[in-house]
Nanobody, 115 residues
C-alpha cells in the first residue's frame, strides 16, 4: 500500500509560481506511473503531468513550458513546479501513483490563481 500526501497549494496572483509536493509512504514495488491531476470548478478531472518509469514524461498541452514535474528518490517525493500561473490553472491538484493493479490518490491541495 502507498499513502500520498500533497502540500504546497495556496493563493497566488497571475504570473506567479508555486511548487507542489507529493510525499509517498509505504511500498508497492510495481509502481510505474507518478503524476499530477487537477479538477477545476465545474470541470472534469484532467491529467496535468506524469512520469512513466523508463518511458519519459507527459504534460497537458495547457501547461507545457510552464509546469515541470520532477522526482526526488531520496525523499520519495514528486514535485510539480508551476510557473506563469493563470486564473484557469485554479483547481484542486491531486497526486496519483499507479501500479499494475492499483491506483493511489492523495487528498488534493487547492491552488487558486486570482488578482
Amino acid at each position: 500500500q502507498v499513502q500520498l500526501v500533497e502540500s504546497g497549494g495556496g493563493y497566488v496572483q497571475p504570473g506567479g509560481s508555486l511548487r507542489l509536493a507529493c510525499a509517498a509512504s509505504g511500498s508497492d514495488f510495481s509502481i510505474y506511473v507518478r503524476g499530477w491531476y487537477r479538477q477545476g470548478p465545474g470541470k472534469q478531472r484532467e491529467l496535468v503531468a506524469h512520469m512513466i518509469s523508463g518511458g519519459g514524461t507527459t504534460y497537458a498541452d495547457s501547461v507545457k513550458g510552464r509546469f515541470t514535474i520532477s522526482r526526488d528518490n531520496a525523499k520519495n517525493t514528486v514535485y510539480l513546479q508551476m510557473n506563469s500561473l493563470k486564473p484557469e490553472d485554479t483547481a484542486v491538484y491531486s497526486c496519483n501513483y499507479r501500479s499494475l493493479e492499483k491506483s493511489y490518490w492523495g487528498q488534493g491541495t487547492q491552488v487558486t490563481v486570482s488578482s
